[in-house]
């Protein structure tokens, strides 16, 4: 009997459609050979059900290569004794070294292994579906998989699907059923068994069909009703991150002990044995924290570090650190940081400066100046945004050069360190320079967080439950505004915990990035979730 096996030109593994296989142009003069081979049979008959052969053979029209054949190939279900393969000129035999359940229905796949030998022209897809019982399964899951924080398309992120009642885990067990997304994240699984089935998401870096949490991002969905063909069915995947921060090194420095952690920490708290708190300040890259000396105390000391980093991770531990005293030798960093803006500018619509300093500030001891066409007056009073840090309105209304002026020991900190002296001018900048994004979000989650991205993906703003919001103040560029689903009332994003059978809280992107441009408001903008 001539049975023409059925073939698949898709883009993502986990398809188990059906579409007959398309022979090549035959090679005329010089032309190059294009076609891939062609299966002409295959015994037993595709489709085929009460199947009970030891083997599978399939026939094709021209010379196969041998390589690649068997990395190419698995089984659906996943048998845990892989069948063996064997090959002639035109030939393969796929034989089964498991035992083949009852009422089973099980595809053979083939993804770009099997190729010709004179051109290497490959079948991109091929498959073999059969079934031990009297029926073939015909249910299917299909829907989309993206990376929960950037929104981008998870392409080949693993499809893997465990029936409920074995209670595998999806770290060191592999999956029944599996397979891949394409390159826009579209996934396709099909002929499964009616049944509850716990499935998981895998962004599977190694391709070893399991879950690595260190470095492996994911989404799950547990005792899934598979009964009917289910659409739609889409996922974000993100990593989570369970590992507790740890301190790599303690070094002393002048009035402060620096910390250095081996991931970033956002929260850290530092007291003596007896209770006393140290002042803190996390540096930027927020894997090093510094501690100041507001004790005045120089032997070694013991304190009590509690860290959180960014995924909530808690290290509590006791370590012991040493300030240097200052002298001629070791001396002090300037009290203030940094002035910003940075680059001079103030918008006239919002005229406010920030002063960071390297030390936390304990007391403001004198105004700040303004100077403006030859006159000079009293800056409002700083407002503190924090121990290391406070900011300024500048009174302008119009385009002009200004100069701030920053007296001698207007500020203080510990170890009776003051500030120097400084001048600085500023440019202010007009609407006309900068954007607007203007919207409403419509949804009915209770709590969420409306964020303003960079064309990177870095957070610019940020706005806690906006019914209607307003970003002002942008320069020219490209912006996303994505919504995280505060599900617990936080504040923040939380991540996925498989432990606990606990999703990520969603992250929603508005559809398209948004283009700002100068002296251009941009209106309208409507959320749905």
């Avoid at 299909?142 to 893997?160: D, H, Q, S, W, Y």
């Avoid at 067990?173 to 509850?196: C, I, M, R, S, V």
């Avoid at 009174?395 to 009776?416: L, Q, R």
């Avoid at 929603?508 to 749905?528: L, S």
Wanted: net charge positive; charged share 25%; hydrophobic share 35%.
């Amino acid at each position: 009997m001539n049975f023409l096996f059925k073939l698949f030109i898709l883009l993502g593994l986990p398809t188990i459609l059906y579409a007959c296989a398309n022979a090549g142009a035959p090679i005329e003069g010089g032309t190059k050979d294009m076609a891939y081979p062609e299966l002409l049979k295959s015994v037993p008959e595709n489709f085929t059900t009460h199947f009970s052969a030891p083997e599978v053979l399939l026939i094709f029209n021209e010379r196969i290569a041998p390589e690649k054949i068997a990395e190419s190939f698995f089984i659906l279900p996943r048998q845990e004794l892989q069948p063996s393969i064997t090959f002639k000129s035109k030939s393969l035999s796929i034989h089964f070294n498991d035992t083949l359940k009852p009422n089973t229905t099980y595809t053979l796949i083939f993804k770009e292994g099997i190729k010709d030998v004179t051109e290497n022209n490959t079948i991109p897809y091929l498959s073999y579906t059969f079934s031990t019982g009297n029926y073939l399964d015909s249910l299917s899951i299909a829907g989309n998989v993206r990376f929960l924080k950037t929104n981008k398309p998870a392409e080949n992120a693993l499809i893997a699907l465990y029936p409920s009642s074995d209670t595998l885990n999806v770290t060191k067990h592999k999956p029944t059923y599996f397979g891949y997304a394409d390159e826009q994240g579209n996934y396709l699984l099909n002929n499964l068994k009616n049944g509850l089935y716990d499935l998981y998401v895998i962004n599977d870096k190694n391709k070893n069909l399991l879950y690595d949490s260190k470095t492996e991002a994911i989404s799950f969905k547990k005792k899934l009703n598979i009964s009917e063909k289910i659409k739609d069915l889409n996922f974000k995947i993100s990593k989570i991150d369970t590992i507790k921060p740890r301190i790599e090194k303690i070094v002393a420095e002048t009035e402060t002990s620096k910390i250095f952690f081996s991931k970033g920490i956002k929260k850290i708290k530092a007291e003596t044995l007896k209770k006393d708190s140290i002042p803190t300040e996390i540096m930027e890259s927020g894997k090093i924290v510094l501690l100041f000396n507001a004790l005045n105390i120089y032997d070694s000391l013991k304190v009590h570090i509690t860290a959180i980093d960014t995924a909530n991770n808690v290290l509590k531990d006791t370590c012991k650190i040493l300030f240097k005293k200052a002298d001629s030798t070791n001396k002090l960093k300037p009290l203030i940081k940094t002035i910003s803006p940075l680059n001079r500018l103030l918008d006239i619509s919002n005229p406010e400066i920030s002063i960071d300093f390297n030390y936390p500030l304990t007391k403001v001891n004198k105004p700040l100046y303004l100077k403006q066409e030859q006159q000079t007056t009293d800056l409002p009073v700083p407002q503190k945004k924090g121990a290391f840090s406070l900011s300024i309105k500048i009174p302008v209304t119009v385009k002009d050069t200004v100069t701030v002026i920053i007296p001698e020991n207007t500020f203080g900190s510990y170890f009776s360190l003051q500030n120097k002296a400084d001048t600085i001018q500023f440019i202010s900048i007009e609407r006309e320079d900068v954007g607007l994004i203007r919207g409403t979000v419509n949804t009915t989650a209770d709590k969420y967080i409306l964020q303003l991205l960079s064309e990177d993906y870095k957070v610019i703003d940020a706005k806690y439950t906006p019914k209607s919001f307003v970003f002002d103040n942008l320069k020219p560029g490209s912006y996303f505004l994505r919504v995280i689903i505060d599900k617990n009332g936080n504040g923040t994003w939380d991540q996925a915990s498989v432990e606990n059978n606990t999703e990520a809280e969603p992250i929603i992107f508005h559809k398209n990035p948004i283009k700002v441009k100068a002296n251009w408001e941009i209106t309208g903008i409507n959320i749905k979730i």
